[in-house]
């Protein structure tokens, strides 16, 4: 009975510590595929950077414009202010008033904001639907199609002459991005006073105006999948106003 006792403890022992290790080398496999970029952490945790249907990043190889006009469009989608963030800056009567008025009047604006929105969604669809082919060759149920319409017709990031399925280059990423941060045609006036044809100049010189100066390095190359996160989390800074 001792002896079978005891071999009954070694196999439990025995069956902890292989479980023990296989975990740890999940553990590991698991910080291994994640980012050591905080910065791409940071869209992962909110859900702004969803991977491949493979299940990989694939970080290093270079995004089409679809891609990063998608990234781009689901950091616009997200609030910029919110209740408790007004609520931290004072507790009086007066001012929970004042956030109570601000966030009522907030809410209807954004409710006409959306019946206007769907309006132009539905004409979209309707003025669409009649022509010869779909817009940007993108059919309705691919899943860039959502996130195009509301670019061009909501945010108007890009007309109906983008190249969706093109491969994105750097200026263009930042260019692009100066557009979604509010900054339109400056780099177009930038360029025309420096007499900078191709722009990249200009990009570095409006960047700097803006405390963009941690992208500027993505000017005249290739702008990969992990660079293309890194310009979505600048743009999600800016509008949160955070780091």
């Known amino acids: 009975m001792r002896a079978c006792a005891r071999c009954g403890i070694v196999l439990l022992v025995a069956f902890v510590l292989f479980v023990g290790c296989t975990g740890g080398v999940r553990v590991l496999a698991a910080q291994k595929v994640l980012p050591a970029d905080a910065r791409i952490q940071r869209l992962l945790d909110l859900h702004l950077v969803l991977g491949t249907p493979d299940g990989e ?39 929970k008033g004042w956030i109570r008025v601000y966030a009522w009047t907030r809410g209807a604006w954004d409710h006409v904001l959306d019946v206007r929105k769907e309006i132009g969604h539905v004409w979209f669809g309707l003025r669409t639907g009649q ?14 199609f959502t ?22 280059s750097g200026s263009e990423g930042l260019n692009m991005l100066l557009t979604a941060a509010g900054f339109r045609g400056e780099v177009a006036a930038m360029k025309t006073q420096m007499k900078d044809p191709v722009g990249d100049l200009a990009l570095r010189v409006v960047c700097r105006q803006h405390g963009f100066d941690q992208v500027m390095e993505y000017a ?5 999948r992990g660079d293309a996160v890194v310009l979505a989390w600048r743009l999600l800074a800016e509008r949160t106003n955070s780091d």
Not at 79 to 88: I, K, M, S
Not at 132 to 137: I, K, L, V, Y
């Open 131 to 144: 022509a010869e082919g779909p817009p940007w060759g993108i059919k309705r149920d691919n899943w860039l």
């Open 147 to 168: 996130s195009l319409r509301d670019a061009y017709l909501d945010e108007k990031l890009i007309d109906l002459s983008f190249q969706p399925m093109k491969q994105m």
């Open 220 to 224: 005249g190359k290739p702008l990969t």
């Open 57 to 95: 990043l694939h970080l290093d190889r270079q995004v089409t414009n679809g891609e990063f006009v998608v990234l781009l469009e689901r950091v616009l989608q997200r609030p910029q202010l919110t209740l408790e963030r007004f609520g931290t800056i004072s507790t009086g009567d007066e001012a």
